[in-house]
């Protein structure tokens, strides 16, 4: 405790091969106003302004690609009508809607009573014990095995 000092304390290494730098070279380095730290000041803005260009860059392509896709989807005439018409779009936007509800009831999946029933059984079992859920084992299995029949 205390044997060694707590001045930081520099250190010189000395190169194997001579190294002479010009005194013009040597002053503007002592008299430059930059440092580590302004350099990597300068190199954070650097990435930060090249990063900005290229998010507004992407969002641009992004938005002309989406202006497309929806002009294409909502704008796609048949061959013979090439007019555009507020009637035309808004049936193609009702055809769309409707479509879109036919999709949504295709994906609702029904599930059978038994199924239903064997559900609520292992929830209702599961309340009951709560903490020993080993105990629901067999309405567990019954319901799995309802399931895998699905």
Do not use: H
Not at 59 to 84: C, G, P, R, S, V
Not at 99 to 120: C, Y
């Amino acid at each position: 405790m205390g044997s060694s000092t707590s001045k930081p304390e520099t250190k010189v290494f000395t190169p194997d091969t001579p190294i002479d730098f010009s005194a013009t070279f040597l002053s503007q380095l002592e008299t430059s106003p930059e440092s580590d730290f302004s350099r990597a000041q300068y190199t954070e803005k650097y990435i930060q302004d090249r990063v900005a260009v290229e998010l507004a860059r992407l969002e641009k392509e992004t938005i002309k690609n989406f202006k497309n896709t929806t002009e294409k989807a909502l704008l796609k005439a048949d061959k013979e009508d090439t007019k555009l018409s507020v009637a035309a779009a808004n049936e193609k936007i009702t055809n769309l809607t409707d479509l879109l509800k036919k999709n949504a009831v295709l994906a609702q999946v029904v599930i059978p009573p038994t199924v239903q029933e064997a559900r609520e059984s292992v929830v209702k079992c599961l309340k009951d014990n709560q903490g020993r859920s080993l105990n629901c084992w067999d309405e567990v299995e019954t319901f799995k095995q309802l399931v895998k029949e699905l």
